[in-house]
């Protein structure tokens, strides 16, 4: 109580005013945002615009990386949407800074939501070519099944190896490129290994986060640092075969020149770094030196493969 009968007691002194980014970054629309994962979505629409441009090599329309980009983007975010409606209850204990343990947003309305984007999505493929509509839905079942039922088996690993064959293997059908058949089969391992490598490197900062009940990622069946090795394992596999799938069938080795030595540098900083310690923020560092050049390599393995 107030000593000062003129003074309002605390609870009848008017709300202080909050600044307008903290008004917007707690916003509905804000939560919205934030559900879709926006970030995994550039990536994967950058990524999907520069595999059509590579499978091309000159000879592609301008509005096929557009529609390629735009078409994986929306599948991108539906399946963030579908993830997160699924992984409430872990979200709940360990992600409370996510939309709906927030109560931003309810799970079933962010699968309600999902069915726009998804629907979008498909019609842009199916509109284009039915081969690249039934791909694209492939990539967002795939998705789907990790949520749902893979992601505490080694399957969750399968899902993102076969997402990183589809993806190449849409763009390479969207533009009608003249790859041969050799390389085409090549694209199996090789896509399939650097998606393998792609989620086992992403996921490692999580390694803590996902260590609840039966959510536990593959990865902690292999435990910490056998988890680091065989990641790397997966990526220099996936090199190794780009390089000789090259050599094999034929291409210009000197497009993945950049991206190998890139990855060779960047990883042996890496290993350094987490030998002396492993820790989230070296895993974190980890993650974003490696995991947006595993794509890259794939981009120009295309574009080697393409100008055959």
């Not at 709906?100 to 979008?120: D, K, Q």
């Not at 974190?284 to 295309?302: E, K, N, S, Y």
Request: net charge neutral; proline share 6%.
């Amino acid at each position: 109580m107030s000593d000062d009968p003129s003074k309002p007691l605390p609870e009848q002194q008017p709300p202080i005013a909050q600044p307008w980014y903290r008004r917007l970054m707690r916003s509905r629309a804000n939560s919205w945002i934030d559900l879709t994962r926006p970030y995994i979505g550039f990536w994967m629409m950058f990524t999907a615009g520069l595999m059509t441009v590579a499978a091309a090599r000159g000879s592609l329309e301008w509005t096929l990386p557009i529609v390629y980009a735009g078409m994986v983007q929306l599948l991108s975010l539906a399946a963030g949407m579908i993830n997160d409606a699924h992984d409430i209850e872990i979200d709940n204990r360990t992600r409370l800074y996510r939309p709906i343990p927030m109560r931003g947003v309810t799970a079933r309305s962010a699968l309600i939501a999902a069915a726009f984007p998804a629907g979008l999505g498909a019609a842009i493929g199916f509109a284009n070519d039915w081969q690249v509509g039934v791909i694209g839905m492939a990539m967002l079942l795939a998705s789907a099944l990790y949520s749902y039922a893979w992601r505490g088996s080694v399957m969750g690993v399968a899902s993102f190896a076969l997402i990183g064959v589809l993806m190449p293997a849409g763009a390479i059908q969207l533009t009608g490129a003249s790859i041969s058949t050799a390389h085409l089969l090549w694209l199996i391992p090789v896509g399939g290994l650097s998606g393998a490598a792609t989620y086992m490197i992403y996921k490692l900062p999580f390694y803590e986060f996902d260590d609840f009940d039966g959510y536990r990622s593959v990865l902690h069946w292999l435990g910490i640092d056998t988890a680091i090795a065989m990641s790397w394992a997966v990526l220099a596999a996936a090199l190794a075969l780009a390089a000789a799938s090259l050599n094999v069938s034929g291409g210009d080795l000197l497009w993945l020149l950049g991206p190998l030595l890139y990855l060779i540098l960047a990883g042996l900083f890496c290993f350094a770094s987490l030998m002396n310690r492993i820790s989230y923020i070296r895993l974190v560092m980890q993650r974003w030196l490696i995991v947006p050049f595993i794509p890259l390599t794939m981009i120009c393995w295309l574009a080697a493969a393409a100008g055959v």
